[in-house]
């Protein structure tokens, strides 16, 4: 079931996910060469606490950590860990905040030192894929036709999007109604009203669009080793259009 929220439910989780936006700000100039994924979660989580809300992945069935720190190879849902970052390195981070009764959720791709120019590509395309979904995310279009854009800008590219996890509806829950692809039919799909709520997250990999996953449980990383990229924003439809909850 889709739930709709109110203006005043969006405002609540606005403020949410600017905690996220600011926590971005905060944690860029730490990712460089020598600092442990370890290191970034550990700050994570002090500076989610010091501003009035909970790290919402940690304890998540059973989730470890705050922070989903995924490099290189890694696509989503990398355990932090003792691992220092060297330079040439892509890291995304995902996280989510749980703050006054609502869920934000966001997800971002840093390089670490001087990267390769591929590895720049990748992640052009892939923001660049997720504003382009967002830019069809108004009332009145259909929920595929976010997933039709976000995948017309990646395989233009030669990439390919992750099949395997997709964007979902966020509010009180985590993870609500409608689950998002990141790749479908234009003018198919639920019909997009004003007070949905959505986290809008392409997943695209340098080659193959296939993943396995590690014997931790939980990391996800390209079946053929290729890099991968991340971003997200939660969103809400509004009568003025999209409403990227998770920027400043």
């Known amino acids: ?3 709709l929220k109110s203006p005043q439910e969006i405002a609540i989780m606005r403020e949410g996910n600017r905690i996220l936006a600011r926590l971005f700000e905060h944690l860029a100039p730490l990712i ?11 700050e994570a989580e002090l500076f989610i606490r010091s501003h009035n809300a909970a790290p919402a992945f940690k304890g998540y069935r059973g989730y470890p950590a705050t922070l989903c720190t995924s490099v290189n190879e890694e696509v989503i849902h990398g355990i932090p860990s003792p691992r220092r970052l060297v330079s040439g390195d892509i890291i995304s981070i995902d996280v989510g905040a749980l703050h ?3 869920y934000s959720d966001s997800a971002r791709t840093f390089a670490v030192g001087g ?4 590895a720049l590509h990748l992640m052009e395309v892939t923001e660049k894929a997720l504003h382009e979904g967002i830019g069809r995310a108004s009332a009145g279009n259909h929920l595929h036709d976010i997933s039709a854009a976000i995948q017309k800008v990646v395989e233009s590219a030669g990439f390919h999007v992750v099949r395997e996890f997709v964007g979902h509806g966020i509010g009180r829950i ?3 109604d409608p689950q998002l692809p990141n790749y479908g039919k234009k003018g198919t799909g639920p019909l997009l009203q004003e007070g949905m709520t959505l986290a809008i997250e392409p997943m695209v990999n340098e080659g193959t669009w296939k993943v396995s996953i590690l014997g931790d449980g939980w990391t ?7 890099l991968s990229a991340h971003f997200e924003h939660s969103v809400a439809i509004t009568a003025n259009g999209p409403l990227i ?3 400043l």
């Open 115 to 118: 990267v390769s120019k591929k």
């Open 32 to 42: 460089q060469p020598g600092i442990t994924t370890a290191e970034l979660d550990k």
């Open 100 to 102: 006054d009764g609502f």
């Open 1 to 3: 079931m889709i739930i």
């Open 174 to 176: 985590l993870h609500e």
């Open 245 to 247: 909850l998770s920027a």
């Open 220 to 226: 996800a990383v390209t079946a053929d080793g290729s």
